[in-house]
């Protein structure tokens, strides 16, 4: 694991969005795991600027996003489908058949759609750069923590911090969808390289509790510290609780 501690939001934003860029300079055909949230949305910013700078291109570009709530239409201004279209792919030149984003309106059909996403991931090749952020409790992607993690992606029951925390993007915190369906760990770490950004004060608990040398499914972020090509951009705030902790070789 390599933690970097960036200065502040933006000199985050530009790290990340450079590890993308030499990702995606390095290999033919790339397929990225993209996350959603509001950390991540500085480095689509930038991403999106050096395209139309023409620094890069995105037409061989696959991607597989990490979650989306079950129940919410791609019109939904809170669905991750539109989150990801208004942040990046309608500014960059990403294939609409390329872009794959779980789908689920209805629970009962969650099994077929989980499956079927692992299956493409898989057609495609595996994931080259994975993308995460984190919640306040320690969850990537809605891996929520437990006493148990589900290797897959499956459909997931939300945890009452994280309906908390993403209450602030609806208007009551009873909008916000109980359900979501989420990549799983082994989702995850089957990635070859994965990123995980973290910025502010209200996350350094978490960063703390996740890299600091013990892993528990109780905090799921954890888990990425066995990762053998793991790195995680965190600004002061969130890293201010890690102490002198640096992870060794
Ligand atoms: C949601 C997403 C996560 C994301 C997290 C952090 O819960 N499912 O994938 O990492 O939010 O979001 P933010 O960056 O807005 O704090």
Redesign the pocket.
């Known amino acids: 694991m390599k933690i970097q501690v960036a200065a502040n939001y933006l000199e985050l934003s530009e790290l990340a969005a450079k590890t993308v860029a030499e990702q995606l300079l390095g290999t033919g055909k790339p397929v990225l795991g993209l996350?959603?949230?509001?950390?991540?949305e500085g480095m689509y910013a930038r991403l999106v600027e050096m395209y139309r700078q023409g620094i890069l291109n995105f037409d061989p570009v696959v991607t597989f996003n990490?979650?989306e709530y079950v129940g919410l239409g791609p019109d939904h201004p809170q669905s991750y489908h539109f989150y990801m279209h208004r942040n990046f792919f309608d500014h960059v030149n990403v294939r609409p058949e390329n872009i794959h984003i779980p789908s689920c309106y209805d629970a009962r059909e969650a099994d077929e759609i989980c499956r079927n996403y692992d299956q493409e991931i898989i057609k495609a090749g595996g994931i080259d750069l994975q993308l995460?952020?984190?919640?306040v409790n320690g969850?990537?992607?809605?891996n929520e923590p437990g006493r148990y993690l589900q290797t897959r992606t499956h459909l997931v029951e939300l945890a009452a911090e994280?309906i908390q925390?993403?209450s602030r993007f609806f208007n009551a915190v009873d909008e916000v969808p109980h359900q979501a369906i989420t990549m799983g760990i082994s989702s995850i770490m089957k990635a070859a390289k994965i990123l995980l950004l973290a910025s502010g004060e209200n996350k350094a608990p978490a960063v703390r509790d996740s890299f600091s040398g013990l892993v528990s499914t109780s905090v799921p972020a954890s888990l990425l510290q066995l990762h053998q090509n793991f790195t995680v951009i965190a600004d002061r705030e969130a890293a201010s609780l890690l102490g002198n902790y640096r992870p060794g070789p």
């Open positions: 996350a959603t949230g509001s950390t991540a990490l979650d995460l952020g984190i919640g969850h990537i992607g809605f994280t925390a993403n």
